[in-house]
């Protein structure tokens, strides 16, 4: 993960395929045509919004695409942290971070999941998990994203949503302002 975490305009795709690893972790564990359980993909496309601006921090970006070939469409939103300046200088961040929140629908089923990191992991940038939390539907969404330093442009995501269980990697890409995450998952239970 370290590589593909070293420039601003890197974090962008990889941020993305976060979300996109656990809508796909989220949705596919619950889907009602061709699951709940075995494998499949998913794939997610958007293009980059601009006019993201002082007042306007936190501007929606909106996605569409597919899970194991039921559409799937959405908005992510990336909070702006709370932020304490320190007395002495500097300032203290908050024990967690929301990195971005997916709000959106699946199969007539509002989802709503978000993806965060402690603050003690950014220390070590390389081995840094992102927890994913929230609902879909009525089930509870819980699972972890992370990247490695031998595979830098694939993230490894595993998880529940309700009582399955759900695992996978995806590949997040960016082409300019032309985004696209493909994710393979498997769902058991």
Not at 62 to 80: M, R
């Amino acid at each position: 993960m370290g590589p593909a975490l070293k420039t601003p305009s890197s974090v962008v795709p990889w941020a993305s395929g976060i979300g996109i690893a656990l809508v796909a972790l989220a949705l596919s564990g619950c889907a009602t045509t061709g699951f709940p359980t075995g494998s499949g993909t998913a794939t997610i496309t958007w293009h980059s919004v601009g006019g993201v601006s002082e007042a306007n921090p936190t501007r929606p970006q909106p996605y569409s695409g597919t899970i194991a070939g039921v559409p799937l469409s959405g908005k992510s939103v990336t909070p702006v942290p709370h932020t304490t300046l320190n007395p002495g200088g500097g300032v203290s961040l908050p024990s967690r971070l929301t990195l971005a929140r997916w709000t959106g629908t699946f199969e007539g089923k509002a989802f709503v999941l978000t993806a965060s990191v402690s603050t003690s992991g950014l220390t070590h940038i390389s081995s840094l998990t992102v927890d994913i939390d929230g609902t879909f539907g009525t089930a509870h969404v819980r699972g972890t994203a992370s990247g490695s330093e031998s595979q830098p442009n694939i993230l490894h995501f595993k998880g529940e949503v309700g009582h399955h269980h759900v695992s996978g990697t995806v590949r997040p890409v960016q082409h300019g302002a032309t985004n696209k995450a493909t994710a393979s998952f498997t769902v058991t239970g």
